[in-house]
């Protein structure tokens, strides 16, 4: 037998699927818990993104999430299945993509089972683009920021922290506590702006601050560095910082989730998270009733592209920022002036703090969030230039 015929033979073999194998990681996946495939799919997200959208032609980034379906009347629902998912810029029948460019409908990976390596079958799942391609900074209640000479604006406060030294910092979004930061690279503002409580659908007539911001923080740059949107404002007034978190109290015995494994099997049980947004809201002043917007894990987005608005006058720039997209349930959606907003998990004792609201889509129902093992870990800002203060902080209840 020639050269070339023991090549096509092993060639054919080893194209064959291996049946018994397949049902077998299938198997091993089923006794994950979700968080495990949760984080999986991720994985497997990261390490193979490059080359499956060199692969193939429809896709445009590869992310873990959950598996979505379409109703016959056209709605988007998402399932609580873990998956990698192919975000493609538009979708097609398979008939018409061909054998080569067909996606597959699992993927194969190592997973630590028991404490025994076993190669599980992670389900994948095709997305349009278009749910992530429409986010905007969301910014405009709950207090406002003042920078000198610069453009004013409105913005929400996500936790307040407290160093080992005593001091009082709030945490916010960086185009909240800078608004309209300079194309300078630097990422907040030059200057540090002051925060009043919003009491009123237009500028405090009190002029005494509760907040400045600082130089703590991330940072917040366009296309094609890497962001995060981060910023630690002073607290100089201590009851009035206190007020914007009436009501809220997190949790003694679970204060914040510690990573996605962490999140997930809180949620467990089937409870969904809480965006926090502030009743204090331009468009919500006078309303009888607090909105509580409900929402459950969607995907893990690494550089998600976002809009953002820079500089005086105000110009759009595409944003690079890693988030946790949410999917809210049916009925009202984050406002222009929500971002900031904490995140919450209802618990016995109050709520374990999630993360940080930075950004929406309105038509898509989604929200974009910050988790909070990000927004209390150092070497993530330390990875787009900035820094947090000095000494580890803890999350306070007001």
């Known amino acids: 037998m020639t050269r070339n015929a023991i090549s096509r033979l092993i060639e054919q073999r080893s194209a064959v699927l291996d049946q018994e194998l397949i049902e077998k990681a299938r198997d091993n996946y089923r006794r994950l818990n979700t968080g495990e495939k949760f984080e999986l799919a991720r994985s497997i997200a990261v390490c193979r993104r490059a080359e499956m959208t060199r692969r193939y032609r429809s896709v445009v980034h590869v992310i873990g999430g959950v ?23 538009r979708k097609q029948n398979e008939a018409d993509l061909g054998t080569l460019q067909c996606l597959p409908r699992e993927l194969l990976s190592h997973a630590l089972i028991g404490g025994q390596l076993a190669i599980c079958a992670v389900p994948t799942d095709v997305q349009h683009e278009s749910r992530f391609l429409g986010a905007i900074a969301q910014a405009a209640t709950a207090v406002h920021s003042v920078p000198p000479g610069g453009l004013d604006d409105w913005g929400a406060l996500a936790c307040i922290v407290q160093g080992d030294g005593g001091e009082r910092y709030a945490i916010a979004p960086a185009h909240v506590l800078s608004p309209y930061p300079p194309l300078n690279g630097q990422g907040i503002a030059e200057e540090n702006a002051k925060q009043f409580r919003v009491i009123h659908a237009s500028a405090p007539t ?43 109290r997190w949790s003694s015995e679970h204060p914040s989730a510690v ?87 209802p618990v016995d004792d109050g709520y374990v703090f999630v993360g940080m609201h930075i950004a929406g889509n309105f038509e898509a129902g989604t929200a974009l969030v910050i988790p909070a093992w990000e927004l209390f870990n150092h070497a993530r800002y330390v990875s787009v230039g900035g820094d947090m203060p000095p000494g580890p902080m803890n999350l306070l209840n007001p």
């Open 206 to 248: 009190d002029t005494v601050p509760c907040l400045e911001g600082t130089g703590y923080g991330g940072r917040l740059v366009p296309f094609p560095a890497s962001s995060f949107d981060v910023q630690f404002a002073r607290v100089t007034d201590s009851g009035r910082v206190s007020d914007a978190f009436a009501g809220i």
């Open 67 to 89: 598996r979505r379906r379409t109703t016959a009347g056209g709605e988007s629902l998402q399932r609580s299945e873990p998956c990698v998912v192919f975000v493609v810029r």
């Open 259 to 345: 990573d996605l494994q962490d999140l997930f099997a809180l949620m467990q049980n089937g409870v969904l998270l809480e965006i926090l947004v502030p009743s204090n809201h331009k468009d919500r002043l006078g309303k009888a009733d607090d909105v509580v917007l409900l929402a459950d894990i969607s995907t893990y987005c690494e550089d998600c592209p976002l809009t953002y608005v820079f500089g005086s006058p105000g110009t759009s720039k595409l944003v690079l920022h890693s988030v946790l997209e949410l999917q809210l349930e049916p009925g009202p959606t984050t406002l222009s002036g929500d971002s900031g907003s904490p995140v919450g998990l």
